[in-house]
C-alpha cells in the first residue's frame, strides 16, 4: 500500500493506469492473494484508486501527482550519446569468425571422450593444454610441455591465482592497466611501479627494489608502445636468476606486430624463471573467456592448489573448440586476416593525424590495437572533454599512471582502433580530429 501511494504521489503512476489483477500480483510477490485484494479494496476508499466491474482496478482519475522534494524534477542527462567506441584493447566484435568456430566445435564435440563430459580437470582439458605447446613453441618461441599449462579464463584470472601464490610485493610498469594492479593489491600483494621509456621498462631499477617478482609487457608494452629492449629481456632474466625471482610476462598483442616478424616471447630465454600468460581475448573475443598459464615446473602445484580441485570456470566444450580452430590452421588464417585489417585501420588512424592534426605524435603503433597519442601539457582534461562532446568514448594516458609513480607526468589519449565497424571508422576519425587540441600557440 506504501509503494503505491507513493508511486501514484510522485506521478510514477499516472491518473487511469490499469493495476494489475490482484491475483496476477499475488502470484508475483509470493504473497496471498486476499493481501492484495484488502490492499487494493483499502487503497480504493482512501481515493487512490477505482475499481469497476469489467474494467478492472486503475488509479483514480482526480490522484494527481503532487510536487514532493523526493521526487525532482528529472534532469537531461549530463553525458551525451555515444556514437564512436575509441576504448583501447577492444577487437572487432564483428569479425569474430562464426562458421569456422562452429565447424571446429562439430569436430570437437564428435571427437571428444566420454570424460570430457565429466568432472573438469584444473590443469585445462590435455587437447588443448598440447595444442597450445605446440602452437607457443612455433609462433611465439615458448619452450613448454603440455603438463605445464594450465589453462584459465582470460589474463585476470590467472593473476587472480598468482596473487595466491606469489609472496611479497611485486614490481610493474609505470603505465598499465589499474585493475591489473588491483587485483596483486586485492591479494595484500603492494605494487611497486618501474619507469617507462621508449625501450620498456627500466630493469635495472629491480635489484635495488629487493623484490622477487616483476609483471611486464615485453612484447608491446601497455600502454605506451614498444617491445622491451633486447638488452634489458636478457637483464630481467639474469636478474630472476641471481635473486630466485619470476618474471610474470604478460603477452600483451603478441600476435599483432605489424612492421615486422613479432617479438618471441621472453619465457623462451629461462622457462624455469617466466610464468607465460595469454589468451584470446583479443585475437579471437573476450567473451570466449580462454586464456593459458605456462608455468615453471615447481610452480604448478601451487596455481592447481590455488585454481581447486575442479575446473570451474572455462567452458570444457570451448576448450575442445579451441583446440581444433589452432590445430587444423584456421586460428593462423584468422589472425593473418585480422593483422591486414588491423593494419589498414591503423595506417588510416596515422595518416588523418598527420594530414589534419600533425602537431600531434602518434607512438605505439608498431603493433596491438591501440595507440598513443601526445598531448600538450596539462591538455588532456580539455582533450577529453572535447572527445565527449563528440560523442567519442576515449581514455586519457594518465587513467594508466601507477599512482606511486615518480615518472613526470605525460599528457595523451589512449586511442583503441579495433572496435569501431568499417563504415563508421572514417567518421569516428572526423570526431577525433575534432577533439583533439591545437598548435600550441608559441607567442601565448
Not at 58 to 81: D, G, I, N, S, W
Not at 157 to 186: I, M, N, Q, T
Not at 344 to 351: E, I, K, Y
Not at 391 to 406: A, F, K, Q
Request: glycine share 10%; hydrophobic share 40%; charged share 25%.
Amino acid at each position: 500500500m506504501n509503494a503505491l501511494r507513493e508511486a501514484i504521489r510522485c506521478g510514477r503512476l499516472t491518473p487511469g493506469t490499469r493495476l494489475p489483477p490482484y491475483r496476477t500480483l499475488a502470484q508475483d510477490l509470493g504473497i496471498a492473494r486476499n493481501t492484495v485484494a484488502d490492499a487494493y479494496a483499502e487503497l480504493v476508499e482512501e481515493g487512490w484508486l477505482s475499481a469497476r466491474p469489467g474494467s478492472g482496478t486503475r488509479v483514480a482519475r482526480r490522484a494527481e501527482p503532487l510536487p514532493t522534494e523526493r521526487a525532482p524534477r528529472p534532469q537531461r542527462p549530463a553525458h551525451r550519446r555515444v556514437l564512436h567506441d575509441l576504448m583501447p584493447s577492444s577487437p572487432d566484435a564483428a569479425a569474430f569468425p562464426r562458421a569456422a568456430w562452429l565447424s571446429s566445435a562439430r569436430r570437437a564435440l564428435a571427437a571428444a571422450p566420454n570424460d570430457a563430459f565429466g568432472v573438469g580437470d584444473p590443469r585445462g582439458r590435455p587437447e588443448l593444454r598440447e595444442t597450445l605447446a605446440e602452437y607457443l613453441a612455433r609462433a611465439r618461441g615458448v619452450r613448454t610441455e603440455p603438463d605445464r599449462i594450465v589453462i584459465c579464463s582470460g589474463f585476470a584470472h590467472a593473476l587472480k591465482l598468482l596473487g595466491r601464490v606469489l609472496e611479497g610485493p611485486v614490481a610493474v610498469e609505470s603505465y598499465g592497466l589499474g585493475f591489473h594492479r588491483e587485483l596483486l593489491e586485492d591479494a595484500g600483494l603492494a605494487t611497486v611501479p618501474l619507469t617507462v621509456d621508449a625501450h620498456g621498462a627500466l630493469v635495472d631499477e629491480l635489484p635495488e627494489t629487493g623484490i622477487r617478482a616483476t609483471m611486464l609487457t615485453p612484447a608491446h608494452q601497455f600502454p605506451t608502445g614498444g617491445p622491451l629492449h633486447p638488452e634489458r629481456r636478457t637483464a630481467v632474466i639474469d636478474w630472476a636468476r641471481s635473486c630466485g625471482g619470476l618474471l610474470v610476462e604478460d603477452d600483451y598483442d603478441g600476435e599483432f606486430r605489424y612492421d615486422r616478424q613479432p617479438v618471441g616471447a621472453v619465457q623462451g630465454l629461462d622457462p624455469d624463471r617466466v610464468v607465460y600468460i595469454g589468451s584470446v581475448s583479443k585475437s579471437l573475443s573476450p567473451a570466449l573467456r580462454l586464456g593459458w598459464m605456462v608455468t615453471p615446473g615447481w610452480l604448478v602445484d601451487d596455481v592447481l592448489a590455488a585454481k581447486g580441485p575442479r575446473e570451474l570456470w572455462s567452458s570444457v566444450t570451448d576448450q575442445l573448440t579451441l583446440a581444433d580452430f589452432i590445430a587444423c590452421g584456421t586460428y593462423d588464417r584468422h589472425l593473418r586476416h585480422m593483422r591486414q585489417k588491423y593494419r589498414r585501420r591503423r595506417d588510416l588512424l596515422v595518416g588523418t593525424i598527420a594530414e589534419r592534426a600533425p602537431h600531434v605524435k602518434v607512438r605505439g603503433i608498431a603493433a596491438g590495437l591501440h595507440a598513443v597519442l601526445d598531448l600538450p601539457d596539462d591538455s588532456e582534461e580539455a582533450a577529453l572533454r572535447a572527445a565527449r562532446m563528440q560523442g567519442l568514448t576515449v581514455e586519457g594516458l594518465g587513467l594508466y599512471r601507477h599512482p606511486d609513480s615518480t615518472m613526470p607526468r605525460r599528457d595523451g589519449l589512449v586511442i583503441g582502433y579495433g572496435t569501431p565497424p568499417d563504415h563508421a571508422f572514417t567518421a569516428a576519425l572526423d570526431a577525433l580530429c575534432l577533439a583533439l587540441p591545437d598548435l600550441p600557440d608559441d607567442d601565448g
